[in-house]
């Protein structure tokens, strides 16, 4: 062994070691799709996926209890409820039960005079409490008078009566039985949030098996439970990934390994061709995790695609092999061509390296590393270890040839030109229906539990709003008092007709300076008992009764402020913070509006009032110009990623028109690619083209081996060989990962396998030609 | 006589709920005016409400308050709205925001459209009397309509209602009569 040999594989040991020791003892694996959703590139977009990643609505749990009988059904709901609630878990845990909000009423009882927008001077005069007392009187002596008789004596004004319709959430399911059920009655209603954010999967995890617990526990006999919401699908999306990633890693490994034992027949050069890709994969997974400091379950199940990709190159070595030339040999006739398929696959993947998709990146930076670890074990660590003689037994040579020199090519050149423009043509005109514009498609999730989610929240009465206000401002006062001044013009525009309605926090919590001014209005103890007296006069209540309003009212005048704080843990509170929050900039409210008739009056309106840090945020253009910015960005890796190539090829061939020899079929495969997706009926999405420039970095090395001059016939078959194992083992590993359950990897790998399989036929195709302008 | 009334003797052999129901149901609509009393702890003398009561097959009830003040009721299907014409204030509801208030309300509106599974999901029903003089007294079957009410007490003649006693359980009560006989 040479000492350059020795040095190598000292190195690789060191590395593989270090590698080993890092991934066993500090891998993090992440599912967060969120990594794979293009960057905000407005504040409100930011917003938009800020509340995605962690928002009230990110941790949302929606439960349907269905199957059984409608007493049965609410009993296990109000059961469900209890033990959620017990678990510490949950912020929030509602099913409809009215004595819950009655709870949640009586804890906020005592701060009604800051919250009620009756409050204001003219209710606590002697007139304005007469108009209330007469009120009372009628309310009292009405069939449903008993369910007011008690907070009577505090409220009279009926402050209460105002904060349970401030509360109450606007279009809402209907109560059987006095918990929440959908419309037909049958099915149980419930909404948990759960205290952790929704990208926190293990929180999310323990909350879901919670559920599933207290429902196991409570269930009656053939009833079913229904679970939905992003949380849920997160957590399936990580398993799906998990297990996909690891199930198409071992089928391509399987796969692969039989194959290159077929052709060596024996284990040697087997466990060799090995080593590169499992060095490459443990040196990129490393390095992914150090400098992302975790590894997203895409990048692992893309590491099945990379097994395929790094057993190329030791196949390259050892197939083109003679029986007895030293590899070090062989090597000097292919080295060149070994470097530069290497360089080339790294440098389509650079492209993605430059990701503003933190996703993306990592599959970039896993390429990069991964292959030139594998090319530069294939190229000093291999030829150093491998024993000679070990390849005595390897497959007889195929009998397939090359079609004679020019016969094939020399007359299909210009038809297949225009066939392959046509068909460019074709694609480029279907363009509208090219691409998929759905973001949410690219979770794995299965199509029923999507229906499920959306009928769920239908029953609920919890639609995704598309318009929305955002008002943002330095500090939560501010926000709260812009909040009211925004509510005045909102409040117009429900009067002129322009929208329905709107949900607004400052209307649960008012800024200090609206609660400040109620207080200022609550007269103090004897002129308030003296305007209560005057307006009981001819009116038939007990003298006394109204005490209680007296000492509330008087508490009232001396009361701290309300805060958030004052909410917690009250079905209220979650919507004040689901409504108003603190980001990066300072804070933010949320005004969900319903029923918009005329956005254009609405953002006009809104513009009219001149209040600074409010816009009108429409939630699908929105979405559009997310899923715009991501094609953008999704063709522009592609260029990059294809022009660098192109200089690659061109830098190592020294020709311009060996250079287009060696593109032109690689290019024409990936139209055809696309083509073949589009005609099948799939939609592309960035995971596709990323596919795509694998293909072309796969497929220029097919070219370029094609394209390397062969001594003779013998050397030319053992080519042959070398490629048909490298592209079957692609195909192996693409197969394997098109099997999967994920939609990223799916596409990932059946782009792949298509690519290939037209790479490598029109490399072939078009091959002769050159060889006969170089060998011959 | 209304004492008399409410203290009928045991249940004759011929009396029967489903018979009683059966000739409720069969009355498409009634209006009959009444008068009822509501006394309260609250309150330091009764306060004495008249008007009149229709009802409309299957699901209608209005209930007009024309002294002292004027007030319409009407409870429609799973809606409320309580007009006040006095004060110049409407206000409306819907049944499915409150199993109590549907209770309460279900006591009287069942009983008339005589739906006897619908007064039983609320209420444990007790009759007695004859035909021609029968009482129906109905005890809460859930803890928190109970929380309100403590019975009902609805006396009747074939298909007429004549007499509606709820006692709250706060102590409260109303004594509603109705028909020719109120004043």
Redesign the interface.
């Known amino acids: 062994m040479t000492p350059s040999g020795r040095g190598a594989i000292a190195a690789w040991l060191i590395l593989i070691a270090g590698c080993g020791y890092w991934l066993t003892q500090r891998l993090v694996l992440t599912t967060d799709m969120s990594a794979f959703l293009p960057p905000a590139a407005t504040e409100a977009q930011e917003i938009l996926i800020g509340q995605l990643r962690s928002g009230v609505a990110s941790r949302l749990l929606l439960i349907g209890l269905d199957g059984a009988g409608e007493a049965d059904l609410a009993r296990a709901s109000s059961g469900m409820t209890d033990r959620l609630a017990r678990s510490g878990q949950f912020e929030t845990v509602s099913n409809g039960d009215?004595?819950r909000a009655a709870r949640d009423l009586e804890r906020l009882a005592a701060l009604r005079y800051a919250l009620s927008p009756g409050v204001v001077p003219e209710a606590f005069t002697a007139e304005g409490l007469r108009?209330a007392l007469?009120?009372s009187?009628?309310l009292?002596?009405?069939?449903?008078?008993?369910?007011f008789?008690?907070t009577?004596?505090q409220d009279p004004t009926g402050e209460l009566r105002r904060l349970a319709r401030l509360f109450?959430r606007p279009g809402g399911p209907?109560?059987?039985?006095?918990v929440w059920f959908s419309a037909d009655g049958k099915r149980a209603l419930l909404i948990a949030e759960t205290r952790a954010p929704g990208f926190d999967l293990d929180a999310q995890v323990k909350a879901i098996a919670l559920i599933r617990r207290a429902y196991a526990e409570v269930a009656p006999a053939g009833a079913q439970l229904r679970l939905a919401g992003p949380g849920l699908v997160a957590v399936t999306a990580r398993a799906t990934v998990e297990s996909d990633a690891k199930r198409s890693s071992a089928i391509a490994t399987i796969g692969i390994l039989l194959l290159l034992l077929f052709v060596y027949r024996s284990p040697f050069p087997v466990i060799f061709s090995a080593l590169p890709a499992a060095s490459g994969l443990l040196a990129g997974m490393t390095g992914v995790s150090l400098w992302f400091g975790q590894v997203h379950g895409i990048t692992a199940g893309f590491a099945a695609i990379l097994i395929g990709e790094a057993v190329d190159y030791p196949t390259y070595l050892y197939a083109q092999a003679g029986r007895t030339e030293p590899l070090a040999a062989t090597l000097g006739r292919i080295g060149a061509t070994l470097r530069l398929a290497v360089l080339t696959t790294a440098c389509g993947a650079l492209s993605m390296l430059f990701s503003s998709f933190n996703g993306l990146a990592q599959l970039g930076f896993l390429t990069i590393v991964g292959v030139i670890v594998a090319g530069l074990v294939t190229r000093w660590v291999l030829p150093a270890l491998t024993p000679a003689g070990i390849l005595q037994r390897k497959m007889p040579l195929p009998r397939f040839e090359l079609p004679p020199p020019g016969r094939l090519t020399a007359r299909a050149a210009w038809p297949a030109v225009v066939v392959v423009a046509c068909i460019a043509a074709l694609t480029i005109a279907r363009n509208d229906r090219l691409w998929d514009d759905d973001l949410a498609n690219l979770t794995p999730q299965p199509a029923g539990m999507r229906a499920l989610d959306r009928e769920l929240r239908s029953q609920l009465g919890a639609p995704d709003p598309r318009h929305l206000v955002i008002v943002t401002a330095a500090d939560r006062e501010s926000v709260l008092r812009r909040s009211e001044r925004v509510a005045r013009t909102l409040d117009a525009e429900v009067a002129s007709g322009d929208i329905a309605g709107y949900e607004l926090a400052a209307h649960i919590l008012p800024s200090a300076r609206t609660q400040e001014k109620r207080r200022a209005a609550l007269p103090d103890a004897a002129t308030l008992t003296a305007n209560l007296e005057k307006a009981m006069a001819g009116l038939?209540?007990?003298?006394g009764?109204f005490a209680p309003f007296l000492a509330d009212v008087e508490r009232a005048r001396s009361q701290p402020p309300l805060t958030p704080e004052n909410l917690r843990g009250s079905a209220i509170g979650a919507r004040v913070a689901s409504l108003l929050f603190a980001d990066a900039h300072g804070w933010v409210a949320l005004a969900p509006i319903s029923g918009v008739r005329d956005a254009g009056a609405l953002a006009a309106a809104l513009g009219a009032s001149g209040e600074p840090g409010v816009l009108l945020l429409d939630l699908k253009r929105e979405a559009d110009s997310l899923v715009a910015g991501y094609r953008a960005e999704a063709l522009r890796l592609f260029g990059i990623g294809l022009a660098c190539i192109a200089a690659l090829v061109f830098a190592g061939l020294r020709s311009l028109p060996a250079t287009a020899r060696v593109l032109a079929p690689v290019l024409a495969a990936a139209l055809l690619d696309v083509a073949t997706l589009s005609v099948a009926g799939v939609q592309l999405t960035l995971f596709h083209l990323v596919a795509l420039l694998l293909v072309v970095g796969v497929g220029t090395n097919y070219a370029l081996f094609f394209n390397q001059p062969q001594p003779g016939r013998g050397a030319r078959a053992l080519m042959l060989l070398s490629l048909a194992v490298a592209s079957l083992a692609t195909l192996i590993s693409a197969l394997a990962l098109s099997g999967s359950g994920t939609p990223v990897l799916r596409a990932i790998g059946m782009t792949v396998a298509i690519g290939t399989v037209y790479a490598l036929t029109l490399s072939a195709l078009l091959a002769p030609r050159a060889y006969r302008g170089l060998i011959d | 006589m209304l004492t008399a009334l409410l203290a009928l003797p045991a249940a004759a052999a011929d009396l029967d709920l489903p018979a009683i129901m059966e000739m409720l149901a069969a009355v498409p609509a009634a209006k009959e005016s009444f008068v009822?009393s509501?006394r309260?702890?609250?309150?330091?003398?009764?306060?004495v409400?008249t008007g009149t009561l229709v009802y409309v097959r299957p699901d209608r009830l209005e209930?007009h308050?024309l002294s002292p003040?004027k007030?319409d009721?009407v409870?429609a299907g799973?809606a409320?709205s309580?007009d006040?014409r006095?004060?110049k204030?409407k206000r409306y509801f819907?049944l499915?925001?409150?199993?109590?208030?549907t209770a309460?309300?279900e006591g009287?509106r069942a009983t008339l459209a005589g739906d006897t599974a619908a007064l039983e999901r609320h209420y444990a029903i007790r009759l007695a009397g004859t035909q021609d003089a029968w009482l129906m007294t109905l005890t809460p079957r859930?803890e928190?309509l109970a929380a309100?009410?403590a019975r009902i007490r609805i006396a009747g003649a074939r298909a007429r209602l004549k007499r509606i006693e709820?006692d709250?359980s706060?102590g409260?009560q109303?004594a509603m009569l109705i028909g020719p006989e109120a004043p």
């Open positions: 009215a004595s108009t007469q009120e009187l009628a009292l002596a009405s069939p449903v008078g008993a369910q008789r008690a009577l004596p109450a209907s109560t059987r039985h006095g038939p209540f007990r003298p009764v | 009822e509501k309260s702890a609250l309150l330091s003398a009764p306060l409400l209930k308050v003040y007030e009721t409870i799973g409320v309580i006040n006095t004060l204030q819907s499915s925001s409150s199993s109590e208030v309460l309300i009287m859930d928190k309100l009410v709820v709250e706060s409260d109303s």
